[in-house]
Nanobody, 123 residues
Framework: QLQLVESGGGLVQPGGSLRLSCAGSLNALNYYAIGWFRQAPGKERERVSCISGSGGSTYYADSVKGRFTISRDTAKNTVYLQINSLKPEDTAVYYC????????????????WGQGTQVTVSS
């Protein structure tokens, strides 16, 4: 059964950096778009980034452009989210999800989700 496992979250001071990883089983992450989402307490889940199946196309929410970088390593069946210049408003549970499409799509296209990793930005 397909599984996605996020890792790399933690407590970091404002301005710090983290690299989140999303590892998939069954060679599941290759060839499909993978998205990173986050959900803060009391807020709706939002998509922050996505990478297409080939890795040639990426998407970033306006709130993270210039600070977040998504990448994929097909040999390791892993997608990464490098997060720099962290702000307190980045505090959330971060999820990765696999889409049923090759290109980045809306929420409805994401069919498998990981359990999430907590990112807390605080001094």
């Amino acid at each position: 059964q397909l599984q996605l496992v996020e890792s790399g979250g933690g407590l970091v001071q404002p301005g710090g950096s983290l690299r989140l990883s999303c590892a998939g089983s069954l060679n599941a992450l290759n060839y499909y778009a993978i998205g990173w989402f986050r959900q803060a307490p009391g807020k709706e889940r939002e998509r922050v980034s996505c990478i297409s199946g080939s890795g040639g196309s990426t998407y970033y929410a306006d709130s993270v452009k210039g600070r977040f970088t998504i990448s994929r390593d097909t040999a390791k069946n892993t997608v990464y989210l490098q997060i720099n210049s962290l702000k307190p408003e980045d505090t959330a549970v971060y999820y990765c999800a696999k889409a049923s499409t090759y290109g980045c799509s809306g929420f409805a296209a994401y069919e498998y989700w990981g359990q999430g990793t907590q990112v807390t930005v605080s001094s």
